[in-house]
C-alpha cells in the first residue's frame, strides 16, 4: 500500500523552475513506482513573487507552506536587484522570511564526492577520496537576522550579528545525535578568538559535548576550516557552525563534489521541513536546460527521507550515482561533453523504472548530448 503526501512546491527565480521541475519527474516516477501519491500545491517566493504580488513572500505562500508535508524549493535571486544596492525589497528577503515563519533553525547539508568525477576536479583525486561529510548550519539567527542599519547620509551601515543560547542548543543536539550515527566526530566551527558569540557557540558546545560523550569534539578556527575542507576534507565528519559560516563552508564544500549544482540540502525545523539545492538561482543559464538537477533532485530524496520513505530515497540516489558513473552530467560538471537538465532527469527516471539499460543503448541519446568542438 502507497501513502499520500503533500508537498508545496516554490520553484522560484533563475535555473529553480527547470531543476525543481526534474525533481518533481523524479517524484512522480517514484510515486508510480511503490504506488505512492504526491500532490503538489505551487506557491510563489521571490523576483517572480515580486513581480506578481509586489511582496517576495506574499502571505498565501506562507500558509500553503504551514499546510502541507514537506516543501520542495528551487532557487531564488535575480541580478535586477543585486545591481541596485539601495532596492528596499530583495528576492532573498523571502526566503529569509520564510525560514524565519516556519522555523527552520537547522540546515543540514551533505557533502559527498564521486570517483568518476574526480579527473574534472580542480582539487587532486587524493584530497577527494573518502570524503563524506555533513555540515550543521544554523539558519534562524546571526548576522543574518541581526539588526540593520544605514545611516542618514548613506555612508555607515551594520548587522549586528547575535545569538541566544537555545538556538545553539538546539542545533547542537541535532547534529550530535546525528555525528552518534556516522562516524562520531563534530567539529564545531567559529571564530571564538574574534567574536563574542562564537565564545557564546564554543561553551555552549562544550557544555553539550558531555552528553554525547562517545562522540569526539573538536573546534576549530573559521579561516583554518576554510583551508582545511579543500586541503583534508576526509578529516571531517559532522561540521556545526553558524548562519553565515555555514553558508560560506558549505559552498566552499561543494567544490568537493564537483559544482555547487550537486549538492541538496534540508532545513528542519518545528513544522514542516523544506528542502533545496544549495545552489543560487544562476540566473545565466535560466531557460537554457544546462544547469545541474542534481542538487534538486537529491533535495528531493532527502525530502523522502524525512517523509519516512527511506528506500525511496535510496533508489533516487543510486540513481543518481547510476547517471554520474556513466557520464551523463551537465555543464558545470564537464563543459565538453555534457547533457541537458531535462536528460539528466529522464537518465534518472529510466534508473528507477529498471530502463536503464535500454538508456545507454539508445543511440539518439547521443543527440542529447553536447559537444563542443
Ligand atoms: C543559501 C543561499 C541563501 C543564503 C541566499 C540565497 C539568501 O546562499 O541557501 O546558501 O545565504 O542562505
Ligand atoms: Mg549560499
Same mark, same amino acid.
Given at each position: 500500500m502507497g501513502v499520500k503526501k503533500n508537498i508545496a512546491i516554490i520553484l522560484g527565480d533563475g535555473v529553480g523552475p527547470e531543476v525543481t521541475s526534474q525533481a518533481m519527474r523524479v517524484l512522480d516516477t517514484i510515486?508510480?513506482?511503490?504506488?505512492?501519491?504526491?500532490a503538489y500545491t505551487f506557491a510563489l517566493m521571490g523576483a517572480c513573487a515580486i513581480d506578481k504580488t509586489g511582496d517576495p513572500l506574499p502571505q498565501e505562500t506562507i500558509d500553503i507552506c504551514k499546510s502541507n508535508?514537506?516543501?520542495?524549493?528551487?532557487?531564488?535571486?535575480?541580478?535586477?536587484?543585486?545591481?541596485?544596492?539601495?532596492?528596499k525589497i530583495r528576492p532573498e528577503?523571502?526566503?529569509?522570511?520564510?525560514?524565519?515563519?516556519?522555523g527552520l533553525y537547522a540546515n543540514i547539508r551533505p557533502v559527498m564526492t564521486y570517483p568518476s568525477l574526480q579527473h574534472l576536479s580542480t582539487l587532486k583525486g587524493d584530497v577527494l577520496e573518502g570524503v563524506d561529510l555533513v555540515i550543521y548550519r544554523e539558519?534562524?539567527?546571526g548576522i543574518y537576522f541581526g539588526k540593520k542599519t544605514l %545611516?542618514?547620509? !548613506?555612508? /555607515?551601515? $551594520?548587522?549586528?550579528?547575535?545569538? *541566544?543560547?537555545?538556538?545553539? +542548543?538546539?542545533? &547542537?543536539?541535532?547534529?550530535?545525535?546525528?555525528?552518534?550515527?556516522?562516524?562520531?566526530?563534530?567539529?564545531?566551527?567559529?571564530?571564538s578568538n574574534v567574536l563574542?558569540?562564537?565564545?557564546?557557540?564554543?561553551?555552549?558546545?562544550?557544555?553539550?559535548?558531555?552528553?554525547?560523550?562517545?562522540?569526539?569534539?573538536?573546534?576549530l578556527y573559521v579561516d583554518n576550516a576554510a583551508i582545511q575542507i579543500i586541503t583534508n576534507p576526509k578529516q571531517f565528519d559532522v561540521l556545526l557552525t553558524e548562519n553565515m559560516f555555514?553558508?560560506?563552508?558549505?559552498?566552499?564544500?561543494?567544490?568537493?563534489?564537483?559544482?555547487?549544482?550537486?549538492?541538496?540540502?534540508?532545513?528542519i525545523g518545528t513544522g514542516p521541513a523544506l528542502f533545496e539545492p544549495i545552489h543560487g538561482s544562476y540566473?545565466?543559464?535560466?531557460?537554457?536546460?544546462?544547469? %545541474?538537477?542534481? !542538487?534538486? /533532485?537529491? $533535495?528531493?530524496?532527502?525530502?523522502? *527521507?524525512?517523509?519516512?520513505? +527511506?528506500?525511496? &530515497?535510496?533508489?533516487?540516489?543510486?540513481?543518481?550515482?547510476?547517471t554520474i558513473q556513466t557520464g551523463f552530467v551537465t555543464k558545470d560538471i564537464d563543459p565538453i561533453n555534457f547533457y541537458f537538465t531535462s536528460t539528466i532527469g529522464e537518465m534518472v527516471c529510466d534508473y528507477i523504472l529498471n530502463r536503464a539499460n535500454e538508456t545507454v543503448h539508445t543511440e539518439n541519446i547521443q543527440i542529447r548530448k553536447s559537444t563542443i568542438i
Open positions: 510515486a508510480q513506482y511503490y504506488h505512492h501519491e504526491f508535508d514537506a516543501i520542495l524549493f528551487g532557487a531564488i535571486g535575480d541580478p535586477k536587484y543585486d545591481m541596485d544596492p539601495l532596492a528577503q523571502g526566503l529569509l522570511r520564510l525560514r524565519k515563519e516556519l539558519l534562524t539567527g %545611516n542618514e547620509t !548613506g555612508n /555607515i551601515a $551594520s548587522d549586528e550579528c547575535i545569538y *541566544e543560547s537555545n538556538e545553539i +542548543e538546539r542545533i &547542537a543536539h541535532l547534529a550530535y545525535k546525528h555525528a552518534q550515527q556516522r562516524r562520531k566526530k563534530l567539529t564545531l566551527v567559529d571564530k563574542e558569540t562564537s565564545r557564546l557557540w564554543r561553551k555552549i558546545v562544550s557544555d553539550i559535548s558531555t552528553q554525547y560523550p562517545e562522540v569526539e569534539t573538536d573546534f555555514g553558508d560560506i563552508l558549505s559552498a566552499e564544500a561543494s567544490v568537493l563534489a564537483g559544482s555547487l549544482g550537486m549538492l541538496p540540502s534540508a532545513a540566473p545565466k543559464a535560466a531557460g537554457k536546460d544546462i544547469a %545541474n538537477p542534481v !542538487g534538486s /533532485i537529491l $533535495s528531493a530524496a532527502m525530502m523522502l *527521507e524525512y517523509l519516512g520513505l +527511506e528506500k525511496e &530515497a535510496k533508489k533516487i540516489r543510486e540513481a543518481v550515482s547510476w
